[in-house]
């Protein structure tokens, strides 16, 4: 067992799809094995650029996902997406609805994507989605995306995982205030309210203003997008790639 996962892990640091696909579902499963493969993958980390998206259900974050993937690989970049769904096993209608949403890329050598269900414990999960982005950044993806559903109790805390946090929302799902009080607004760095051909000027506007009287040190760029038809897509990849540049530049600053 010991020598399997040595293999194993080789195997994925040589970039064999089926030996990280085993060691996925390794840590998906079990955590015993986890502390093992983050000591023995440590040394290769720290590659990629990792996007969390969470958000409310059915604002739209897999297809949002799919357009962004396309921009992604257009760039040449690989991409890791992890999508978890807390609520429901893996055989669950969320699972079919992402392979629907991102069907082109599934059959693309450049994008690995893995849908992670709970296993019943919300630290678990949390554990073994942490291991599962380190594992796809020793694997050598440029991009890691986890989706999860994020509002409320349930929503595991991705922020710590992640370089970046890119919050979805959508006209129609509670207003600004309550968003304050639900925390999430203050943990977002980027904002996108999707669906605006639903009309989002309301709620993008209200968000403003609610983000400008928050104690936060900066103020989150609120982008409009509309994943459905392909726009505003561009500006928010934009607004990733700047992210992503702060936080090296942040990285260098404290060394
Ligand atoms: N009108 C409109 N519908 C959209 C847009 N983007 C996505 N949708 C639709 O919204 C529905 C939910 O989209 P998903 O991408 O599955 O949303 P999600 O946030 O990943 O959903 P969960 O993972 O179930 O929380 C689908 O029917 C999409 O076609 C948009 O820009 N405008
Ligand atoms: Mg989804």
Redesign the pocket.
């Known amino acids: 067992m010991k020598q399997d996962i040595d293999k194993l892990i080789a195997g994925a640091l040589s970039g064999e799809e089926n030996s990280l696909s085993c060691l996925l579902a390794m840590v998906e499963n079990d955590d015993t094995s986890a502390s093992r493969i983050l000591n023995a993958i440590s040394p290769s980390l720290g590659k990629a650029y990792r996007i969390g998206i969470t958000?409310?259900?059915?604002?739209?974050?897999?297809?949002?996902?799919?357009k962004l993937v396309g921009i992604m690989r257009g760039k040449g970049l690989t991409v890791g997406v992890i999508?978890v769904?807390p609520s429901s096993p893996v055989t669950g209608g969320?699972v079919l609805?992402?392979r629907i949403?991102m069907e082109q890329h599934y059959s693309d050598d450049g994008v690995f994507i893995r849908s992670m269900a709970s296993r019943g414990s919300y630290g678990g999960i949390s554990k073994a989605v942490g291991v599962s982005v380190a594992l796809f950044d020793a694997f050598g993806k440029d991009v890691i995306i986890v989706?999860t559903?994020g509002i409320g109790q349930e929503g595991i805390d991705i922020t710590r995982i992640v370089d970046t946090t890119l919050l979805?929302l959508?006209p129609g799902w509670g207003d600004s205030m309550q968003l304050m009080k639900a925390g999430i607004l203050e943990v977002a760095d980027i904002i996108a309210i999707?669906?605006?051909?639903?009309g989002a000027d309301e709620l993008a506007d209200s968000i403003r203003d609610i983000l400008t009287l928050s104690s936060r040190k900066s103020v989150p760029p609120v982008i409009q997008?509309?994943?459905?038809?392909n726009?505003g897509i561009e500006d928010l990849y934009h607004e990733l790639e700047n992210q992503r540049g702060k936080h090296h530049h942040n990285e260098k600053n404290g060394r």
């Open positions: 958000g409310s259900p059915g604002s739209g974050k897999s297809t949002l996902i799919d999508c769904d969320a609805g992402d949403r989706e559903v979805v959508a999707n669906k605006a051909d639903l997008t509309q994943a459905l038809n726009i």
